[in-house]
């Protein structure tokens, strides 16, 4: 009940297209939904997030699509550029004092020139 | 803001060794901070959440005598990690959750461990 599932493993775009990352978790619990982007031997850090009561939330490049009833959320990266080229994840938590983050397997963008 | 650094950034250790981790929030104060541990190309693994002041939580599988937590301020946590062997090698992340912020937390740069 606690994972969290990421799709695709790897993606290669070219400069200035569009990255699309999805994923899907199972418990209903969750109540925030963070994306991280991490650099090789550099810790995560945190992109964009969203709570279960809106539909999407755009920050610059990034947005988040969230559908509640389907359990499913995406980031979407526009005009993507080679510097966004990292690991991103995916994440979610329960509401509580500790909120453990639940992360998905993780997704390694390179954009290409 | 919001700045958590770790160090040291990469250390070497002979086997049977023990190693101290440090996490520190530089500009804000932390009730909860978390230990993570990262194998190449695999996701974040959840060890340990600590709350100042009060014993680790720890994960199903994680040996708590061997991964020691000590949160002694609300802006230092520590993870030991004791008697290291070959296996423990691998890349220690912390984050932290601000004192009075929402749900956000903040990661450190990690710390590199090779035992030999």
């Known amino acids: 009940q606690q994972q969290v599932k990421q799709s695709p493993q790897s993606l290669i775009v070219q400069k200035g297209g569009i990255s699309i990352i999805n994923c899907a978790y199972e418990?209903?619990?969750?109540?925030?939904f963070p994306w991280y982007q991490q650099f090789p031997g550099k810790g995560p850090a945190l992109l964009i997030a969203?709570?279960?009561?809106?539909s999407e939330k755009k920050e610059g490049r990034f947005t988040i699509s969230f559908n509640k009833s389907a359990k499913q959320f995406s980031l979407h990266i526009m005009d993507s550029q080679p510097g966004d080229s990292a690991t991103y994840f995916c994440?979610?938590?329960?509401?509580?004092?500790?909120?453990?983050?639940?992360f998905g397997t993780g997704t390694k963008l390179q954009v290409i020139p | 803001g919001a700045v958590v650094s770790q160090h040291p950034s990469r250390v070497i250790c002979k086997s049977g060794t023990s190693v101290k981790i440090e996490c520190r929030s530089l500009?804000?104060?932390?009730?909860?901070m978390f230990w993570y541990r990262q194998f190449p190309k695999q996701s974040l693994m959840l060890m340990a959440t600590?709350?100042?002041?009060?014993?680790?939580?720890?994960e199903q599988g994680v040996e708590k005598d061997k991964f020691l937590i000590n949160h002694a301020s609300l802006t230092l946590s520590t993870l030991t990690v004791t008697s290291a062997h070959p296996e423990d090698s691998s890349f220690y992340i912390c984050?932290?959750?601000?004192?009075?912020?929402?749900?956000?937390?903040?990661f450190g740069p990690g710390t590199r461990l090779t035992v030999t």
């Open positions: 984050s932290a959750r601000r004192r009075g912020g929402l749900d956000e937390q903040y």
């Open positions: 418990n209903t619990a969750f109540d925030y």
């Open positions: 969203i709570r279960p009561d809106v």
């Open positions: 994440a979610a938590s329960t509401p509580g004092g500790y909120q453990k983050v639940t």
């Open positions: 500009d804000f104060q932390a009730t909860t």
């Open positions: 600590s709350n100042e002041g009060s014993k680790a939580t720890y």
